[in-house]
């Protein structure tokens, strides 16, 4: 089964006949074989063995470059299998990763293991008293509690939660400035209408300088005498 990830450095071929010799035994062998118990019901000793597969009739894909884009594929999803603890029979074992078509399964399955593992953060970060259902009853559909309504209810759960941190931070913010306020004293007023005062004098100076011609010069003569 697929507990572990896929050695892309190692044959994978040798990783899928493995995974199916071993899943050829399972109830999911039999009924991936022979469908359900039934008139065409039949023995897991009469499944082959990977060796004993054609490469016509081999449940997997036999070419290399297919092998290759689908390896990357299930690593993404068996990486989710295992640090979500995605129960060991609901996993899509090895071999069948390698299905004609089975790559469009693998992504829906990434895409909803994901949602599953954002709900499970988001639990831990609004810190939710009463503990979510599992990922693998999520994964399964036989939670008490759907996937939608879960996310429904975080949705509104984290807009209250920001709310709650602007405000915490306005706060914050209004208590800084009380306590750190700049106060003014007499001499630093008197300094700011003295600066102002003598940026006037600039100015009217240099608005005379402009409309009589005086040069630069002039204008420094001028400035040099307002200091004196």
Known sequence: MATTLIDTRKPIMDQIHASWNEYRRTEEG????????????????????????????APWSTKQSVLERNAVHANKLIRLYIS???????????????????????????KLLKRIQK????????DIHEPLPN????????????????????????????????????????????????KKTPGH?????????????VLNLLTTASLIGMNIQDVIVRLERELD
Not at 119 to 126: P, R, S, T
């Open 30 to 57: 039999m009924l991936f074989m022979f469908g359900e118990v039934g008139s065409n019901y039949n023995c897991w000793h009469n499944i082959p063995l990977a060796k004993d597969f054609k490469k016509d009739n």
């Open 189 to 201: 007023t008197r300094n700011n209408a003295r600066n102002n005062e003598f940026n006037r004098k």
């Open 84 to 110: 979500l603890n995605i129960d060991v029979e609901r996993r899509i074992p090895i071999c069948l990763f390698f299905e004609t078509g089975v790559v469009s399964e693998i992504k829906e399955q990434i």
């Open 135 to 182: 990922a693998t009853s999520l994964f399964t559909y036989t939670a008490p509690l759907s996937l939608d309504e879960i996310e429904a209810d975080f949705k509104v759960k984290v807009k209250e939660a920001k709310a709650e941190a602007r405000a915490e931070e306005k706060k914050r913010r209004q208590a800084w400035a009380k306590t750190n306020k700049v």
């Open 119 to 126: 709900v499970l953060k988001l639990e831990q970060e609004l």
